[in-house]
Antibody, heavy 124, light 110 residues
Framework: EVQLLESGGGLVQPGGSLRLSCATS????????MTWVRQTPGKGLEWVST????????YYADSVKGRFTISRDNSKNTLYLQMNGLRAEDTALYYC?????????????????WGQGTLVTVSS | QSALTQPASVSGSPGQSITISCAGT?????????VSWYQQHPGKAPKLIIY???KRPPGLSNRFSGSRSGHTASLTISGLQAEDEADYYC??????????FGGGTRLTVL
């Protein structure tokens, strides 16, 4: 069974940093692109960032480019999101998600498996 | 990159069919086949129900179908059931190597 478990969320002041983690199991992690998606409470989904299976390709939404860094450790089956320069508008529930199909490079963006999310609150 | 445009809400009675639209542009839905649809029940994570415009993940009910005409993708749910009441989101790959979501549609089963 595919399992994704996010951690690392919490309350942080504007301008601060957080590192989110997504521990995975139940599939061959190094064969799938992985994605972070966020959702403001009561509102819609927003794509944040994607990394290819080999980390050779990374993709970012304009709203986080230059502030967030996605990475993965294929030896630990874990996905990360380093978030710097946090703003109030970054407050959201952050999900990690796995592509449906394996890919050697790039990503499909067909997010078949999701974690339950970790809440990030940016406030003074 | 702007979000894709979905109606805020749709409704239907049990057994009926409903269609949710997802309007994009030539920079996303109109050009790329990486269009997906997700179902989200309150308090739950999203669930993939359609990918590559028309394909269903393994095990997914054939009551759900996807299509595209020009810059607009559509999700049709036939034989509406009470458990289909949820929020639905479309997503598309877009130019500049990004993905965009629609604003979401609340489906009410009357």
């Amino acid at each position: 069974e595919v399992q994704l478990l996010e951690s690392g969320g919490g309350l942080v002041q504007p301008g601060g940093s957080l590192r989110l983690s997504c521990a995975t199991s139940g599939f061959t992690f190094n064969k799938y692109a992985m994605t972070w998606v966020r959702q403001t409470p009561g509102k819609g989904l927003e794509w944040v960032s994607t990394v290819s299976s080999s980390s050779g390709d990374t993709y970012y939404a304009d709203s986080v480019k230059g502030r967030f860094t996605i990475s993965r450790d294929n030896s630990k089956n874990t996905l990360y999101l380093q978030m710097n320069g946090l703003r109030a508008e970054d407050t959201a529930l952050y999900y990690c998600a796995k592509d449906l199909r394996a890919s050697a490079g790039g990503a499909y963006g067909d997010l078949a498996n999701w974690g339950q999310g970790t809440l990030v609150t940016v406030s003074s | 990159q702007s979000a894709l445009t979905q109606p805020a809400s749709v409704s239907g009675s049990p057994g009926q069919s409903i269609t949710i639209s997802c309007a994009g542009t030539s920079s996303d839905v109109g050009t790329f086949s990486s269009v997906s649809w997700y179902q989200q029940h309150p308090g739950k994570a999203p669930k993939l129900i359609i990918y590559d415009v028309t394909k269903r993940p393994p095990g997914l009910s054939n009551r759900f179908s996807g299509s595209r005409s020009g810059h607009t993708a559509s999700l049709t749910i036939s034989g509406l059931q009470a458990e289909d009441e949820a929020d639905y989101y479309c997503s598309s790959y877009a130019e500049s190597a990004i993905w965009v979501f629609g604003g979401g549609t609340r489906l009410t089963v009357l």
